[in-house]
């Protein structure tokens, strides 16, 4: 590809085909005419359906091969999104993009991040959901606009998609995008009108309701912004002298050699260009809520979120769950990998021996993110093994992060209850997840939602068919994060939504409110004590 003359850029809705720049790039790597590609931008497909945790990152650093540090960036934030992946980069008169589904190492090659040098990156890794399987939804969304083109990622969700898509449609049409490309689509339209990025993004951001940490580029500047509410996080780094990362986690900026400078506060938006770092604001901080699901499930365990460990977090959840609801049990196993930090502080706190017993294959996705509830079930048998040598004639702890459709647990008390085990005592690193998420977590509506769906505490343990269940009380967990509640979003547990949810969106999700309150009280008044089949 050369560098010297910059080719039009890609558009919205276009097909990669038809798209001289990246058409280009498919031919070279012999994709085209593979199957009908999309641009990351290309809208089609039901509103909504980028529901899911995903990874941003960005990088600002001339003279160096920022395509392939943000290759390793989003390598490092893979356990976030598993589904697609995609790179867009400038050299100061282009933008050039590249996205496909896949991982990271799947989806690019030498050839791919030869295509995309320059001097400033952004890219994404996408996490799949329902029916979300396609290259459509893939980031970064590139919009062509006369002021200059944009790649836009982000992580989270607008609770306000519908009504902006009607906005732009002009009242038809409403399920023509998803609310990323909504969001870069109202950047490009201000970018036209006042040919200032950063302005753009100050007026575009006025309109986003929800949670968002994105990451920008245009030709030759960098951007990235958070929510008022800070409910996703992103960080910055410093790379030596030579430029500056943005990403979602802490754990992307070690692989690139990038020193962690802060976190982007809730409400800030960053630009770096040839003049340096600058920081201004999109809104003033609202309501603290960072999602306390990154400390229990999403996070790295290497990665810094307000200061705090993620490891040592789950470590300390592990010793509050052992503290809630001892056992008599000769072995405390993790469910890996998530379970392993509980597991670790369980063990230390019950003075229980720990052990591996279960073997991921770590080539398979988190069975969480399979699209369908059959994949799911299957997921668990081609991801776990049980060690019948460990387990054999054993009362066994086993610790996990969480429950949600509860499909996977049920799966995995089988798998051990095979292999031997005598007791299965299941302890959840989270309380009862019964509220779905509307901030860029797809847990569908409450039905799919074991804890909302099921009444009690004694009949989730009964449908997994453990022979105890204890999960962790919301104080304990706020306690083992180590900072006050009040800075967190924990509205899948307790209901308190942050930021108002439209009804319309609402109704989608909670198709459980027909069933009785008196149910779903009783319910959360039994969720912190333990239950045993003992006890039946
Ligand atoms: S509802 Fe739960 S998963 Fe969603 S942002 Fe809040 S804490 Fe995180």
Redesign the pocket.
Known sequence: MTRDKAPPACTVGQELASCPDIAAMARASGRSGDRPLRSPACPPGRLGECREECAVFGIYAPGEDVARHTYFGLFALQHRGQESAGIAASDGHSVRAYADMGLVQQVFDEEHLTGLRGDLAVGHTRYSTTGTSHHRNAQPVVVASKAGTIALAHNGNLVNSYQLARDIHGGSAPEATTDSSIMAQLVAHRFEESGDIAAAVVEASRAWQG?YSVAILTEGKLLACRDPNG??PLCLGVLDSRGYVVASESCALNVVGAEFMREIEPGELIIVDDAGLRSTRIASPARP?M????FIYFARPDSYIYGQLIHEARRRMGQKLAQAYPVDADLVIPVPDTGWPAAIGFAEESGIPFGQALIKNRYIARTFIQPDQRQRELGVRLKLTAMEEVLRGKRVVVVDDSIVRGTTKRGIVGLIRRAGAKEIHVRIAAPP?R???????D?SDRRELLAARVGSVEDIRRIIEADSLGYQTIEGLTEAVGLPGDL??????DGD??IEVPDELRARKFALETEPEAEMASAAGKETDVVSSSAD
Request: charged share 10%; with cysteine.
């Open positions: 949670a409910i996703r809520a999602c306390i699901f990154e997840y509220y779905p998420c509307f901030y860029g977590v847990t967190f979003c924990r509205a899948c547990f939504y942050p």
